[in-house]
């Protein structure tokens, strides 16, 4: 998983996931408003990433810019995360919102499949 960036791994009973990806496929933004509506209302934690740098042609995909302070820029790279949340059934969510790729599709999706796997998932 050399293109994953984790930030810790928490153990999960019985995950289900749950993804949504942003740009062309996700039409007025309902897959990718849906999946910040969950984030936010379950305050699920983000615990790892994909490295956006291997994935994306930022002359299509450009990296975005926010002005923190007079005269200081913060860069947003296309960003492709992983949250969880711990149900009370014993059921946890692995929650991605992220955006397709424009390179490397099979990378891709073998490292997302693979850490799915590493948090258990199945089926």
Not at 10 to 31: H, K, R
Not at 108 to 120: K, M
Request: aromatic share 14%; with cysteine.
């Amino acid at each position: 998983m050399d293109h994953l960036i984790v930030d810790e791994q928490p153990a999960f009973q019985n995950p289900t996931l749950i993804a949504a990806f942003a740009g062309w496929p996700d039409a007025g933004e309902v897959a990718s408003g849906s999946m910040r509506y969950l984030l936010r209302k379950l305050r699920a934690k983000k615990f790892a990433a994909l490295e956006p740098e291997e994935f994306y042609d930022f002359t299509e995909v450009r990296p975005q810019t926010t002005m923190v302070h007079p005269w200081q820029r913060e860069i947003q790279w296309p960003s492709n995360e992983f949250h969880y949340w711990h149900g009370r059934d014993g059921r946890d969510l692995v929650l991605f919102l992220g955006r397709e790729p424009n390179l490397r599709w099979k990378t891709f999706v073998q490292t997302f499949l693979s850490l799915a796997e590493t948090c258990g998932v199945t089926g």
